[in-house]
């Protein structure tokens, strides 16, 4: 399916991929922190061309070049111009909806400069509601879903502080039922936002319905999720601070396979992990240059009834000292039933390991600590 959008402003999405094509490169093999700094270097030296490339409505004219930088340097995330603040405009990195991703995303967001005309964001922003109007997905055959026909039923959850939606759109007859998610996905990121998608939204199905008091426009849905949030009064945190609590029913005899109970900001990964003897499946951070692991540390490091109070300490320490170097940072962590595990994102390579090898020796626990990775 050939799938386009038709909006009324200029934009440009792009995914960066993971391949260094472009003769750009370093003389080792970089680290994310590394990336983030070329990266930084280069775009106030751009940043005034593009903004009058953008205000002359070429802005497809920088697709080639600003894919070939990113490509090279910033490999793995997606990017788009839009609008931005005051009449300016907007760059965005994201991780599409992969958390490890966006939290690299996160990082290259804090480390931005201030350059004049320009606003920079770490995840797709809610198209302005003066464009949802209008707004669609071009599909083959000549065929347009737009987010003004595409009918939602809502139903309120408010125990899980989400809301489901049952969602239809009348060109999706004649669409393969496999593709329907990725339309939808599509327009709900537009009107939502990236995290505001994650956010809200609980459970979607799609499926030909009979609109009811329920049913409303997509484009409509923001305006409703307003409402539902001022009368419930959620206290809704952002995605990258959300941690999720879980309890392992079982253990197994493999790395990390005593884990009883934990909380996380990557509980799928943590899932994974201990799902396939200690290891991911695969890398979601492959040749970008930073690393998910993991400090595994005795269990009779922890006094009784004080193991809560303790891990969070070493876990406080760990993450003074990467953000202190713009190093990394703790996700979370997990108690076992022989060791207790805080999980870590390490974007600048051997050196962060050795900040958490030193911060570890520093609260004497050198010789009953070690560091795993997620994947081999």
Same mark, same amino acid.
């Given at each position: 399916?050939?799938?386009? !959008?038709? =909006?009324?402003?200029?934009?440009?999405?792009?995914?960066?991929?993971?391949?260094?094509?472009?003769?750009?490169?370093?003389?080792?093999?970089?680290?994310?922190?590394?990336?983030?700094?070329?990266?930084?270097?280069?775009?106030?030296?751009?940043?005034?061309?593009?903004?009058?490339?953008?205000?002359?409505?070429?802005?497809?004219?920088?697709?080639?070049?600003?894919?070939?930088?990113?490509?090279?340097?910033?490999?793995?995330?997606?990017?788009?111009?839009?609008?931005?603040?005051?009449?300016?405009?907007?760059?965005?990195?994201?991780?599409?909806?992969?958390?490890?991703?966006?939290?690299?995303?996160?990082?290259?967001?804090? $480390?931005?400069?201030?350059?004049?005309?320009?606003?920079?964001?770490? !995840?797709?922003?809610?198209?302005?509601?003066?464009?949802?109007?209008?707004?669609?997905?071009?599909?083959?055959?000549?065929?347009?879903?737009?987010?003004?026909?595409?009918?939602?039923?809502?139903?309120?959850?408010?125990?899980?502080?989400?809301?489901?939606?049952?969602?239809?759109?009348?060109?999706?007859? $004649?669409?393969?039922?496999?593709?329907?998610?990725?339309?939808?996905?599509?327009?709900?990121?537009?009107?939502?936002?990236?995290?505001?998608?994650?956010?809200?939204?609980?459970?979607?199905?799609?499926?030909?319905? *009979?609109?009811?008091?329920?049913?409303?426009?997509?484009? &409509?849905?923001?305006?409703? /999720? !307003?409402?539902?949030?001022?009368?419930?009064?959620?206290?809704?945190?952002?995605?990258?601070?959300?941690?999720?609590?879980?309890?392992?029913?079982?253990?197994?005899?493999?790395? =990390? #396979? &005593?884990?009883?109970? #934990?909380?996380?900001?990557?509980?799928?990964?943590?899932?994974?992990? /201990?799902?396939?003897?200690?290891?991911?499946?695969?890398?979601?951070?492959?040749?970008?240059? +930073?690393?998910?692991?993991?400090?595994?540390?005795?269990?009779?490091?922890?006094?009784?009834?004080?193991?809560? &109070?303790? $891990? +969070?300490?070493?876990?406080?320490?760990?993450?003074?000292?990467?953000?202190?170097?713009?190093?990394?940072?703790?996700?979370?962590?997990?108690?076992?039933?022989?060791?207790?595990?805080?999980?870590?994102?390490?974007?600048?390579?051997?050196? !962060?390991?050795?900040?958490?090898?030193? *911060?570890?020796?520093?609260?004497?626990?050198?010789?009953?600590?070690?560091?795993?990775?997620?994947?081999?």
């Amino acid at each position: 399916m050939k799938v386009s !959008s038709f =909006r009324m402003r200029d934009s440009v999405v792009m995914d960066s991929g993971s391949q260094n094509e472009t003769g750009q490169s370093f003389e080792h093999e970089p680290t994310f922190k590394q990336r983030v700094t070329k990266f930084w270097q280069w775009y106030p030296t751009v940043a005034e061309r593009f903004f009058e490339t953008i205000e002359a409505g070429k802005c497809g004219s920088l697709v080639d070049e600003v894919a070939e930088y990113c490509e090279s340097t910033i490999p793995g995330l997606s990017w788009v111009f839009g609008p931005g603040e005051n009449g300016g405009h907007s760059f965005t990195l994201s991780g599409e909806g992969q958390i490890a991703k966006q939290l690299l995303a996160e990082y290259w967001l804090q $480390r931005a400069p201030e350059i004049p005309k320009w606003t920079f964001h770490a !995840s797709r922003q809610a198209t302005p509601s003066e464009f949802v109007k209008g707004f669609a997905i071009s599909v083959d055959e000549g065929n347009r879903v737009d987010v003004d026909g595409f009918q939602v039923r809502t139903h309120v959850d408010d125990e899980r502080q989400k809301i489901d939606i049952l969602a239809w759109h009348p060109v999706l007859e $004649r669409v393969p039922q496999a593709q329907h998610f990725t339309i939808l996905f599509l327009l709900v990121d537009e009107v939502l936002g990236e995290f505001g998608t994650q956010t809200w939204l609980g459970e979607i199905k799609i499926e030909p319905f *009979t609109p009811d008091a329920y049913t409303r426009s997509l484009s &409509d849905l923001p305006e409703f /999720i !307003s409402h539902v949030n001022t009368y419930h009064k959620w206290e809704k945190l952002p995605p990258l601070e959300t941690y999720c609590v879980y309890q392992l029913k079982e253990t197994k005899p493999s790395p =990390r #396979g &005593d884990t009883v109970v #934990g909380s996380s900001l990557i509980p799928k990964l943590v899932f994974d992990c /201990i799902d396939n003897d200690g290891k991911l499946s695969e890398d979601p951070l492959k040749n970008m240059g +930073a690393e998910l692991v993991y400090v595994a540390i005795d269990g009779s490091v922890f006094p009784e009834g004080q193991q809560s &109070d303790v $891990r +969070a300490n070493i876990e406080d320490v760990l993450t003074d000292s990467l953000e202190k170097e713009l190093s990394g940072q703790t996700l979370g962590g997990a108690f076992g039933l022989n060791e207790s595990y805080i999980d870590v994102l390490l974007v600048d390579g051997q050196e !962060s390991r050795r900040i958490v090898s030193e *911060t570890l020796a520093q609260l004497q626990l050198a010789s009953r600590s070690r560091i795993e990775s997620f994947v081999d």
